[in-house]
């Protein structure tokens, strides 16, 4: 069972618009949750996270939001740029060890932004 | 400068034929892991390692082992490989993720076992 799910498989928007990429997750035990951008023949790469305790965090245009009543995340990107474009994982972790204690990804979302 | 390498970066094989993909980071973290992306699967994990000699399964083991004898390197060993292996392998590592720790990974191992 997927417990992070990024249910648009890609996404395209215009240059200096919005771009909102979703992720929902159903373990209630995640405490932290993350963004990775992964651009072709390269690895991912960290974007931006969010600890459980807060709704929002912010750095420059790349804003997450936490929902955690909806188990529902979200990353905004304003205003979008043609670098932009790459595939986006959403995932999460949870506190405590064993098999608990690693990232959850979900399937990705291939951001377009088109100049 | 941080980084997480792994090597090769391309390998085509035959099914059978015993490789190893080798994985070094330079960050001193206790924690790595394998991952491997297929289509429509995202990023599964396949093993991890907590510290030295210290490794467990997971999401998506059989038909692989590693092994961590030092702290810096994370092999990831296919004694058998298979057509279903065929795949794209990030090598990852970080402190322990539970604490929230971002985690880097390797540029990937695009593999093909035919």
């Known amino acids: 069972d997927q417990q992070v799910k990024q249910n648009s498989p890609s996404l395209s928007v215009q240059e200096g618009r919005i771009s909102i990429l979703n992720c929902d997750y159903t373990?209630?035990?995640?405490?932290?949750f993350l963004w990775y951008k992964k651009y072709p023949a390269e690895g991912p790469t960290f974007l931006i996270s969010?600890?459980?305790?807060?709704d929002k965090n912010e750095d420059g245009r790349f804003t997450v939001f936490l929902n955690k009543s909806a188990k529902h995340l979200s990353l905004h990107i304003v205003p979008s740029q043609p670098g932009d474009s790459a595939v986006y994982f959403c995932?999460?972790?949870?506190?405590?060890?064993?098999?608990?204690?690693?990232?959850?990804f979900g399937t990705g979302t291939l951001l377009a932004v088109q100049p | 400068e941080a980084q997480v390498t792994q090597n090769p970066r391309y390998l085509i094989t035959v099914t059978g034929k015993k490789l190893t993909v080798t994985c070094s980071q330079n960050?001193?973290?206790?924690?790595m892991s394998w991952y491997r992306q297929d289509p429509g699967l995202g990023l599964r994990q396949i093993y991890y390692?907590?510290?030295?000699?210290?490794?467990d399964k997971g999401d998506v083991p059989e038909g692989y082992k590693v092994s961590r004898k030092e702290k810096r390197n994370f092999p990831l060993i296919l004694e058998s490989p298979s057509p279903n292996q065929t795949s794209l392998y990030f090598c990852?590592?970080?402190?322990?993720?539970?604490?929230?720790?971002?985690?880097?990974f390797g540029q990937g191992t695009r593999l093909t076992v035919v």
């Open positions: 990852a590592s970080s402190f322990p993720p539970g604490q929230g720790a971002m985690t880097f």
């Open positions: 373990n209630s035990m995640f405490d932290y």
């Open positions: 969010i600890s459980s305790i807060k």
């Open positions: 995932a999460a972790s949870a506190r405590g060890g064993g098999a608990t204690n690693k990232l959850i």
């Open positions: 960050m001193n973290h206790e924690y």
């Open positions: 390692s907590m510290n030295v000699e210290v490794t």
